[in-house]
């Protein structure tokens, strides 16, 4: 791929991004989470997080995609050439493709569980069936690493063959297929949750705010996945804002996506809890919502099998459209740095992300305790794992935002964003102070010994303060 491939239209970015941050975060994360988290108090740390840290965030890693017209890796590269910045920043770069690699290999596993359920419903298995019946039926599911491996497999080498067919040919035409069919799904599914389940319970439990019902864990849940739902931090973002129009609209474009972003979680939000509150079922019960209480209020309304099965696919589509944005930004790297073949890029980490997926799998079943995880960590292969980008994401935003904060040349970002100078001003406060001090106050806070608020609140000060002095210094002495 050359440095100039650029999507057909002006408006694709937004089809591609939107296709990358919709996903199983917002049909299966954001529920379980806003389930267990007693819901409403959630959901408010959440919105506020996505739009005074997320939105910023996202304009930023665009731009860097956009200004370098590059993967991210060797985008980063570039960018600490022409802006003359330490080259440490590069590692932005390296984090997001790690990142990429490790939430590809669990995402496709669970994904993989929707192919089973897909299954399940089309050929109405699960009609009429008993709370026990189903929940049995999903521990068999994750007791058999046999039939987990065979749908991992089936997904990636799905999402493999999209992202292979190249830019065009593959991702675009893709999306605009998928993802009109998405929304349409999604607006069925609600109006069967409205008909057929309890949604004022469902909006009262969702838009219901007490914000002392919400542990701190639960507010560093609703931070993690503001990151996680808008796929910050990853590489994805900056890997197809290098295929962006000049002419679109970062700062415009960034709110659209965040803004579908969050609608989709809620009308998911919506239908889902409807259905489960009029079935009389219980919120709180973690990832399983969408795989076992989700099907046993399928079963029990009519035409539960046909609905569920399409609800299921929804899932499928939304997941395949953003695991080709976990693939996009490694393999785009394959490419530019060892002018591979396309198809040959997206093989490698496809196939290396396939292997790391078993690690997975094995977690729910075979390794589900006793291995060196449990000994050194506490926790599985999986659980490991997902920790690890739960770590990584806000780090790769806080990153982001330093450097297109501060390091960058600030006349060459107003230039590129392309708004007038208050727009500017509102955006560089926010990536240069809000975001970085509420990513600092998060990490601080998630240190055991730190209790209360003041400590993580005032060294958060005192980090992005430094930070900032430092890199005043740098630009007064260059
Ligand atoms: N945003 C996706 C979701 O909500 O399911 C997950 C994701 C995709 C995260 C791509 C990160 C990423 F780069």
Redesign the pocket.
């Known amino acids: 791929m050359s440095g100039h491939n650029v999507w057909t239209h002006k408006g694709t970015f937004l089809l591609a991004a939107v296709g990358?941050?919709?996903?199983?975060?917002?049909?299966?994360?954001?529920p379980y989470l806003t389930g267990e988290n007693g819901g409403g108090a959630f959901i408010l740390v959440y919105a506020l997080t996505i739009f005074a840290v997320g939105i910023p965030i996202l304009i930023a890693e665009t731009m860097l995609g956009r200004t370098s017209r590059q993967s991210p890796i060797m985008g980063m590269r570039h960018l600490t050439k022409t802006h003359k910045t330490s080259r440490a920043w590069e590692s932005i770069g390296w984090l997001?493709a790690a990142?990429?690699f490790l939430?590809?290999s669990f995402?496709s596993v669970i994904a993989g569980w929707a192919l089973h359920y897909t299954w399940l419903m089309l050929t109405g298995s699960l009609v009429g069936a008993d709370a026990q019946t189903i929940s049995d039926g999903f521990n068999a599911l994750l007791a058999s690493p046999g039939l987990m491996t065979l749908y991992h497999t089936l997904f990636i080498a799905g999402s493999a063959l999209i992202v292979g067919m190249g830019i065009h040919k593959g991702i675009e035409s893709g999306l605009r297929i998928m993802m009109p069919a998405l929304f349409v799904i999604l607006i069925v599914v609600l109006i069967y949750g409205i008909i057929n389940g309890d949604v004022g319970a469902a909006a009262s439990f969702l838009f219901t705010f007490n914000l002392s019902d919400l542990s701190l864990e639960g507010w560093l849940q609703a931070m993690g996945q503001s990151?996680?739902?808008?796929?910050?931090?990853?590489?994805?973002?900056m890997a197809y804002g290098a295929y962006m129009s000049s002419e679109a609209s970062l700062t415009r474009t960034a709110i659209a996506v965040a803004f579908v972003?969050t609608a989709v979680a809620m009308v998911a939000g919506l239908a889902i809890f409807s259905l489960v509150f009029g079935a009389g079922l219980e919120t709180g019960q973690g990832p399983g919502l969408m795989f076992v209480t989700l099907p046993l209020a399928f079963a029990e309304m009519p035409f539960g099998a046909l609905v569920g099965g399409v609800f299921f696919i929804l899932v499928l589509g939304?997941?395949i459209s953003?695991?080709i944005?976990?693939i996009e930004?490694v393999a785009a790297f394959l490419v530019e740095r060892f002018d591979m073949t396309r198809p040959q890029a997206v093989m490698i980490m496809v196939v290396a992300a396939w292997a790391m997926g078993l690690l997975t799998v094995v977690s729910f079943n075979v390794w589900a305790e006793g291995t060196i995880f449990h000994s050194l960590f506490g926790r599985s292969a999986f659980e490991f794992i997902e920790l690890l980008t739960n770590i990584f994401?806000p780090l790769g935003g806080l990153m982001i935002a330093l450097f297109a904060g501060w390091a960058l040349t600030q006349s060459e970002v107003m230039k590129e964003l392309g708004t007038n100078a208050t727009w500017f001003k509102i955006w560089r406060f926010l990536v240069r102070f809000v975001g970085p001090a509420a990513v600092s106050f998060v990490f601080l806070r998630t240190i055991p010994q730190v209790e209360g608020y003041f400590i993580p609140a005032l060294g958060s000060l005192i980090i992005v303060g430094a930070f900032a002095a430092s890199q005043r210094l740098r630009h007064t002495k260059a």
Request: charged fraction near 5%; charge should be neutral.
């Open positions: 990358s941050a919709v996903g199983l975060g917002n049909l299966w994360r954001f997001g990142s990429a939430i590809l995402y990151f996680f739902t808008l796929s910050l931090g990853m590489g994805a973002i972003d939304a997941a953003s695991s944005s976990l930004p994401m």
